[in-house]
């Protein structure tokens, strides 16, 4: 991964401001290692948003809407550029979906989730702090505690 | 506001609207305790959990109100449930009965339950989680004992950090404009999430040590078992415990109408002499458990409405 292959592309999607460490989650829920695609990822890059933040770049490809929410939801500060011909065509934030399900686990080792074969299912509850509630044992975390 | 089919999983799915129709039902209820109108009903009582008291005050409702009852209390004495998901054994019961009322150790079991079952689920403890026929009763014996529910002065007393029935019963009075009293030890605090959600909701409330400090101002007291279990310092047990005994000699200040609640069993938390003193309620609370079952149990299966 070198620097300038970070940097720029012509065509594609550019995931900006995803907390430092999470990168890596990112591309393996998206099932971006199997893509053939040319993907790169920066990590801890300084950033004044968010402190220290990773990137990943996906050449010639467009995600779509869901894939754009699962990325919401484990990297809920990231930022979206939609690159065509080397420029910003489009930008914006993900924002979490006011209910999810799986992806992330309830962190209430006494909850159903953790002990039946069941989906976990979230519900936004404030915005800032980010906080989301258990939809079954109603227990409410901070969102970055979960992930 | 129809009930017919409904779920009765968790207190806060219930509007302000909802309790007050549960609570008027029981009123009936309590008029007209034996009648014939679940005949040809069946209701499955699932207790993954023990719990004596909560079942047969379940059945009882089902058979007064001329039901049939089948289920079980105890899942070790039971092949029912073994190996098999929550989510099948609630699919495969549903088939045999109307009505399911679940109770388990695991928080969120109801809500799956309900999830897979086409019948309504009544839910009747789900770990530290939820018990809302339980803070129904609660509500009904305060209106029950008061005449009204509005604008009560109520003191909560004793552990207030893990007590599910306090946090329960918090969030649905909040509904109707209470001035609370939290009477605990430090270490038991009521939660600071809940502490917020009065404030966001300008619900008056104070916190105590001493239960003398309130006893003049208040309509209802409930009080709740302080555990030697929470104390991680057994020092600092020996030294609350005594603070959070009621004897009849504390109640002197009171107001005429105050009422002491317990969810019960008590261990020690109320004085026998308490009990033949004109405040002593919790008997009356216990009663309770019938009529607001049959309320919530002919809600859901239509019969009332
Ligand atoms: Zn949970």
Same mark, same amino acid.
């Given at each position: 991964m070198r620097a300038y292959k970070v940097y720029a592309i012509e065509e594609g999607t550019v995931i900006d401001h995803i907390e430092s460490g999470k990168g890596t989650k990112v591309i393996e829920l998206l099932n971006l290692k199997d893509s053939t695609d040319i993907i790169s990822m920066g990590m801890n890059f300084e950033s004044s948003q968010v402190g220290k933040k990773d990137i990943i770049k996906i050449e010639n490809r467009f995600l779509t809407k869901? =894939?754009?929410n699962t990325i919401a939801i484990i990297a809920p500060t990231a930022t979206i550029n939609i690159i065509k011909k080397a420029k910003v065509a =489009?930008?914006?934030k993900v924002e979490l979906p006011d209910e999810f399900q799986g992806i992330i686990k309830c962190r209430n080792p006494t909850c159903i989730t953790r002990n039946e074969p069941v989906k976990s299912k979230f519900k936004k509850f404030s915005e800032s702090p980010l906080k989301v509630r258990?939809?079954?044992?109603?227990k409410v975390f901070i969102h970055f505690e979960l992930l | 506001m129809n009930f017919k089919?409904?779920?009765?999983i968790s207190i806060e799915d219930l509007s302000k609207d909802d309790i007050l129709k549960i609570l008027k039902v029981a009123k009936k209820m309590e008029k007209n305790p034996v009648q014939n109108i679940l005949k040809g009903k069946i209701m499955a009582t699932l207790f993954f959990e023990p719990s004596t008291r909560t079942r047969l005050s379940f059945e009882s409702s089902m058979k007064r109100l001329g039901g049939e009852i089948l289920g079980f209390g105890n899942p070790k004495i039971t092949s029912v449930t073994k190996g098999e998901t929550l989510w099948d054994t609630t699919k495969m019961i549903q088939a045999y009965c109307d009505v399911i009322v679940i109770r388990h150790y695991l928080e969120g079991a109801a809500r799956l339950s309900a999830e897979s079952a086409d019948v309504p689920v009544i839910n009747a403890g789900d770990g530290s989680n939820q018990h809302p026929t339980q803070t129904m009763l609660d509500l009904f014996t305060i209106e029950q004992s008061q005449g009204k529910i509005k604008d009560l002065h109520i003191a909560m007393c004793g552990d207030l950090k893990y007590g599910r029935t306090v946090h329960s019963l918090t969030k649905a009075l909040s509904l109707f404009n209470p001035?609370?009293?939290f009477v605990s030890p430090d270490t038991l605090r009521i939660p600071g999430y809940i502490r917020h959600e009065l404030r966001t909701k300008k619900i008056k409330f104070s916190e105590h040590t001493d239960i003398n400090e309130v006893m003049n101002k208040i309509d209802i007291l409930y009080a709740t078992r302080i555990q030697k279990e929470r104390f991680p310092d057994l020092a600092d047990y020996e030294k609350v415990k005594?603070?959070?005994i009621l004897k009849k000699n504390m109640l002197g200040?009171?107001?005429d109408n105050m009422k002491i609640?317990?969810?019960l069993p008590r261990v020690n938390e109320i004085d026998n002499d308490v009990d033949d003193t004109k405040h002593a309620y919790y008997f009356q609370q216990a009663a309770n458990a019938v009529p607001i079952r049959q309320a919530i149990i002919s809600l859901v299966l239509g019969a009332e409405k």
């Amino acid at each position: 991964m070198r620097a300038y292959k970070v940097y720029a592309i012509e065509e594609g999607t550019v995931i900006d401001h995803i907390e430092s460490g999470k990168g890596t989650k990112v591309i393996e829920l998206l099932n971006l290692k199997d893509s053939t695609d040319i993907i790169s990822m920066g990590m801890n890059f300084e950033s004044s948003q968010v402190g220290k933040k990773d990137i990943i770049k996906i050449e010639n490809r467009f995600l779509t809407k869901d =894939e754009l929410n699962t990325i919401a939801i484990i990297a809920p500060t990231a930022t979206i550029n939609i690159i065509k011909k080397a420029k910003v065509a =489009e930008k914006f934030k993900v924002e979490l979906p006011d209910e999810f399900q799986g992806i992330i686990k309830c962190r209430n080792p006494t909850c159903i989730t953790r002990n039946e074969p069941v989906k976990s299912k979230f519900k936004k509850f404030s915005e800032s702090p980010l906080k989301v509630r258990c939809k079954y044992c109603e227990k409410v975390f901070i969102h970055f505690e979960l992930l | 506001m129809n009930f017919k089919k409904r779920d009765i999983i968790s207190i806060e799915d219930l509007s302000k609207d909802d309790i007050l129709k549960i609570l008027k039902v029981a009123k009936k209820m309590e008029k007209n305790p034996v009648q014939n109108i679940l005949k040809g009903k069946i209701m499955a009582t699932l207790f993954f959990e023990p719990s004596t008291r909560t079942r047969l005050s379940f059945e009882s409702s089902m058979k007064r109100l001329g039901g049939e009852i089948l289920g079980f209390g105890n899942p070790k004495i039971t092949s029912v449930t073994k190996g098999e998901t929550l989510w099948d054994t609630t699919k495969m019961i549903q088939a045999y009965c109307d009505v399911i009322v679940i109770r388990h150790y695991l928080e969120g079991a109801a809500r799956l339950s309900a999830e897979s079952a086409d019948v309504p689920v009544i839910n009747a403890g789900d770990g530290s989680n939820q018990h809302p026929t339980q803070t129904m009763l609660d509500l009904f014996t305060i209106e029950q004992s008061q005449g009204k529910i509005k604008d009560l002065h109520i003191a909560m007393c004793g552990d207030l950090k893990y007590g599910r029935t306090v946090h329960s019963l918090t969030k649905a009075l909040s509904l109707f404009n209470p001035t609370l009293y939290f009477v605990s030890p430090d270490t038991l605090r009521i939660p600071g999430y809940i502490r917020h959600e009065l404030r966001t909701k300008k619900i008056k409330f104070s916190e105590h040590t001493d239960i003398n400090e309130v006893m003049n101002k208040i309509d209802i007291l409930y009080a709740t078992r302080i555990q030697k279990e929470r104390f991680p310092d057994l020092a600092d047990y020996e030294k609350v415990k005594n603070t959070y005994i009621l004897k009849k000699n504390m109640l002197g200040g009171a107001k005429d109408n105050m009422k002491i609640m317990h969810p019960l069993p008590r261990v020690n938390e109320i004085d026998n002499d308490v009990d033949d003193t004109k405040h002593a309620y919790y008997f009356q609370q216990a009663a309770n458990a019938v009529p607001i079952r049959q309320a919530i149990i002919s809600l859901v299966l239509g019969a009332e409405k």
